[in-house]
Protein backbone atom coordinates (compact mmCIF):
# COMPACT_ATOMS: atom_id res chain seq x y z
CA UNK A 1 0.00 0.00 0.00
CA UNK A 2 2.51 2.24 1.26
CA UNK A 3 4.91 1.77 -2.39
CA UNK A 4 1.58 1.67 -4.57
CA UNK A 5 0.96 5.34 -2.52
CA UNK A 6 4.83 6.35 -3.53
CA UNK A 7 4.47 5.35 -7.30
CA UNK A 8 1.71 7.51 -7.58
CA UNK A 9 2.96 10.66 -5.74
CA UNK A 10 6.73 10.07 -8.30
CA UNK A 11 4.17 10.39 -11.04
CA UNK A 12 2.31 13.03 -10.58
CA UNK A 13 5.24 15.09 -9.40
CA UNK A 14 6.86 13.73 -12.68
CA UNK A 15 3.78 14.83 -14.63
CA UNK A 16 3.79 18.67 -13.30
CA UNK A 17 7.66 18.65 -13.63
CA UNK A 18 7.43 17.62 -17.54
CA UNK A 19 4.14 19.27 -18.37
CA UNK A 20 4.35 22.52 -16.49
CA UNK A 21 7.88 22.97 -14.51
CA UNK A 22 9.87 22.30 -17.29
CA UNK A 23 7.65 24.14 -20.34
CA UNK A 24 7.79 27.47 -17.88
CA UNK A 25 11.58 27.74 -17.27
CA UNK A 26 12.03 26.82 -20.63
CA UNK A 27 9.81 29.58 -21.89
CA UNK A 28 10.80 32.07 -19.03
CA UNK A 29 15.07 31.30 -20.41
CA UNK A 30 13.58 31.92 -24.35
CA UNK A 31 11.92 35.15 -22.69
CA UNK A 32 15.21 36.76 -20.71
CA UNK A 33 17.11 35.34 -23.95
CA UNK A 34 15.05 37.95 -26.19
CA UNK A 35 15.08 40.61 -24.07
CA UNK A 36 18.23 40.68 -22.22
CA UNK A 37 20.93 38.72 -24.29
CA UNK A 38 19.70 39.66 -28.18
CA UNK A 39 19.83 43.43 -27.49
CA UNK A 40 23.16 43.09 -25.55
CA UNK A 41 24.60 40.72 -28.48
CA UNK A 42 23.24 43.32 -31.48
CA UNK A 43 25.06 45.76 -30.07
CA UNK A 44 28.11 44.22 -30.22
CA UNK A 45 29.00 43.14 -26.84
CA UNK A 46 31.00 39.95 -26.77
CA UNK A 47 30.06 36.17 -25.11
CA UNK A 48 32.22 37.92 -21.89
CA UNK A 49 30.52 41.18 -21.21
CA UNK A 50 27.18 39.34 -21.85
CA UNK A 51 27.83 36.98 -19.14
CA UNK A 52 29.20 39.83 -17.42
CA UNK A 53 26.06 41.81 -17.42
CA UNK A 54 24.15 39.08 -16.52
CA UNK A 55 26.31 38.09 -13.29
CA UNK A 56 25.74 41.78 -12.38
CA UNK A 57 21.97 41.27 -12.61
CA UNK A 58 21.74 38.57 -10.71
CA UNK A 59 23.60 39.97 -8.08
CA UNK A 60 21.26 43.14 -7.82
CA UNK A 61 18.64 40.33 -7.67
CA UNK A 62 20.35 38.75 -5.07
CA UNK A 63 20.48 42.25 -3.43
CA UNK A 64 16.38 43.18 -4.36
CA UNK A 65 15.64 40.08 -2.28
CA UNK A 66 17.85 40.10 0.51
CA UNK A 67 16.07 43.72 1.25
CA UNK A 68 12.58 42.28 0.73
CA UNK A 69 12.61 39.29 3.30
CA UNK A 70 14.45 41.83 5.35
CA UNK A 71 17.84 39.55 6.22
CA UNK A 72 19.88 42.55 7.65
CA UNK A 73 17.29 43.52 10.04
CA UNK A 74 16.19 39.51 11.26
CA UNK A 75 20.14 39.26 12.21
CA UNK A 76 20.28 42.80 14.25
CA UNK A 77 16.98 41.46 15.43
CA UNK A 78 18.46 38.03 17.06
CA UNK A 79 21.55 39.69 18.18
CA UNK A 80 20.49 41.79 20.11
CA UNK A 81 18.26 39.23 21.78
CA UNK A 82 20.68 37.34 22.35
CA UNK A 83 22.78 39.88 23.81
CA UNK A 84 19.86 40.68 25.86
CA UNK A 85 19.67 37.05 27.37
CA UNK A 86 23.42 36.63 27.74
CA UNK A 87 23.42 39.94 29.83
CA UNK A 88 20.75 39.09 32.25
CA UNK A 89 22.26 35.69 32.56
CA UNK A 90 24.81 37.83 34.97
CA UNK A 91 22.16 38.01 37.95
CA UNK A 92 22.02 34.74 38.17
CA UNK A 93 25.84 35.01 39.43
CA UNK A 94 24.21 36.94 42.25
CA UNK A 95 22.16 34.10 43.57
CA UNK A 96 23.26 32.65 47.02
CA UNK A 97 22.37 29.01 46.57
CA UNK A 98 24.22 27.53 44.28
CA UNK A 99 22.03 24.65 42.63
CA UNK A 100 19.75 27.17 42.02
CA UNK A 101 22.07 29.44 40.28
CA UNK A 102 23.31 25.91 38.04
CA UNK A 103 20.09 25.46 37.64
CA UNK A 104 19.12 29.01 35.91
CA UNK A 105 22.37 28.66 34.06
CA UNK A 106 21.16 25.26 32.77
CA UNK A 107 18.02 27.16 31.49
CA UNK A 108 18.98 29.67 30.45
CA UNK A 109 22.00 27.85 28.12
CA UNK A 110 19.26 25.43 26.67
CA UNK A 111 17.15 28.26 25.60
CA UNK A 112 19.92 30.48 23.85
CA UNK A 113 21.03 27.28 22.31
CA UNK A 114 17.68 26.39 21.07
CA UNK A 115 17.53 29.71 20.07
CA UNK A 116 20.97 29.79 17.78
CA UNK A 117 19.80 26.61 16.58
CA UNK A 118 16.50 28.53 15.29
CA UNK A 119 18.49 31.59 13.94
CA UNK A 120 20.74 29.35 12.34
CA UNK A 121 18.39 27.37 10.10
CA UNK A 122 16.40 30.54 9.17
CA UNK A 123 19.30 32.07 8.01
CA UNK A 124 20.24 28.82 6.29
CA UNK A 125 16.82 29.14 4.39
CA UNK A 126 17.06 33.07 3.87
CA UNK A 127 20.78 33.04 2.43
CA UNK A 128 19.72 29.97 0.05
CA UNK A 129 16.71 32.01 -1.00
CA UNK A 130 18.76 34.91 -1.68
CA UNK A 131 22.04 33.75 -2.98
CA UNK A 132 21.69 30.31 -3.64
CA UNK A 133 18.56 30.12 -6.19
CA UNK A 134 19.15 32.61 -8.16
CA UNK A 135 23.04 31.79 -8.35
CA UNK A 136 22.12 28.20 -9.70
CA UNK A 137 19.21 29.04 -11.95
CA UNK A 138 20.74 31.54 -13.50
CA UNK A 139 23.61 29.19 -14.15
CA UNK A 140 21.88 26.61 -15.09
CA UNK A 141 20.17 29.12 -18.17
CA UNK A 142 23.89 29.99 -18.78
CA UNK A 143 24.53 26.77 -19.75
CA UNK A 144 21.50 26.70 -22.08
CA UNK A 145 22.28 29.31 -23.92
CA UNK A 146 25.78 29.29 -23.84
CA UNK A 147 26.41 25.56 -24.38
CA UNK A 148 29.61 23.80 -25.76
CA UNK A 149 29.12 24.35 -29.33
CA UNK A 150 27.66 27.79 -29.47
CA UNK A 151 30.85 28.91 -27.68
CA UNK A 152 33.11 26.88 -29.52
CA UNK A 153 31.00 28.80 -32.92
CA UNK A 154 31.23 31.86 -31.59
CA UNK A 155 34.43 32.01 -29.60
CA UNK A 156 36.30 29.09 -30.54
CA UNK A 157 36.94 28.05 -27.68
CA UNK A 158 34.32 26.40 -25.46
CA UNK A 159 34.61 29.26 -23.15
CA UNK A 160 33.47 32.77 -22.36
CA UNK A 161 36.92 34.34 -23.37
CA UNK A 162 39.68 32.79 -25.09
CA UNK A 163 43.39 32.97 -23.38
CA UNK A 164 46.60 33.01 -25.18
CA UNK A 165 48.51 30.40 -24.99
CA UNK A 166 49.63 29.37 -21.68
CA UNK A 167 51.72 26.91 -19.79
CA UNK A 168 48.36 25.88 -17.87
CA UNK A 169 46.37 24.22 -20.40
CA UNK A 170 44.19 27.11 -20.31
CA UNK A 171 42.00 27.77 -23.55
CA UNK A 172 39.40 30.30 -22.05
CA UNK A 173 37.71 31.82 -19.01
CA UNK A 174 34.72 29.71 -17.98
CA UNK A 175 31.20 31.00 -18.04
CA UNK A 176 31.01 30.06 -14.52
CA UNK A 177 34.10 32.03 -13.51
CA UNK A 178 33.23 35.17 -15.03
CA UNK A 179 29.62 35.05 -13.94
CA UNK A 180 31.46 35.02 -10.68
CA UNK A 181 33.44 37.55 -10.57
CA UNK A 182 30.91 40.33 -11.54
CA UNK A 183 28.25 38.79 -9.50
CA UNK A 184 31.11 38.99 -5.96
CA UNK A 185 32.06 42.22 -7.65
CA UNK A 186 28.11 43.25 -6.58
CA UNK A 187 27.69 42.05 -3.76
CA UNK A 188 31.46 43.34 -2.25
CA UNK A 189 30.17 47.04 -3.45
CA UNK A 190 26.88 46.65 -2.15
CA UNK A 191 28.52 45.40 1.21
CA UNK A 192 31.26 48.08 1.12
CA UNK A 193 28.71 50.80 0.68
CA UNK A 194 26.00 49.57 3.27
CA UNK A 195 29.27 49.63 5.97
CA UNK A 196 30.39 52.82 4.83
CA UNK A 197 26.63 54.58 5.55
CA UNK A 198 26.66 52.92 8.58
CA UNK A 199 29.67 54.38 9.41
CA UNK A 200 28.41 57.89 8.69
CA UNK A 201 25.51 57.40 10.45
CA UNK A 202 27.04 56.38 13.76
CA UNK A 203 28.47 60.36 13.61
CA UNK A 204 26.63 62.49 15.23
CA UNK A 205 26.49 66.35 13.44
CA UNK A 206 28.06 68.74 16.24
CA UNK A 207 28.56 72.48 16.36
CA UNK A 208 31.59 73.55 14.39
CA UNK A 209 34.44 72.83 16.69
CA UNK A 210 33.44 69.75 18.34
CA UNK A 211 34.37 66.13 17.28
CA UNK A 212 31.28 63.83 15.97
CA UNK A 213 30.78 61.11 18.18
CA UNK A 214 31.09 57.67 17.96
CA UNK A 215 32.15 54.40 19.26
CA UNK A 216 32.38 54.47 23.06
CA UNK A 217 31.21 58.19 22.83
CA UNK A 218 27.74 57.36 21.41
CA UNK A 219 27.40 55.53 24.61
CA UNK A 220 28.03 58.27 26.51
CA UNK A 221 32.06 57.53 27.26
CA UNK A 222 33.67 60.73 26.52
CA UNK A 223 37.38 59.72 27.45
CA UNK A 224 38.50 62.94 26.16
CA UNK A 225 37.17 65.09 29.03
Same mark, same amino acid.
Given at each position: ????????????????????????? @?????????????????? /??????????????? /??? @??? %??????????????????????????????????????????? @???????????? %?????????????????????? %????????????????????????? @????? /???????????????????????????????????????????????????? /??
Amino acid at each position: MMQHIIDMTNAVLGWLFVNLVAPFF @SLLGRGLELLLLRPLDLA /GLPVAGQVAVVGMLA /GLL @SLF %LRRRLRVGEHEDTFIAAFAAKKERQKDFALLDDWKTRDLFFRV @SDSDLDEDFNTY %LAHRFALHGIVYLLPILFTLFW %LDTVFSSAVLIGRVGVAAAMPLPAN @SYGLA /GLPVALVFFVFYLLVLFAAGWRRRRCRGKEACLPLPPGRPCLTGDRLNGEDH /GS
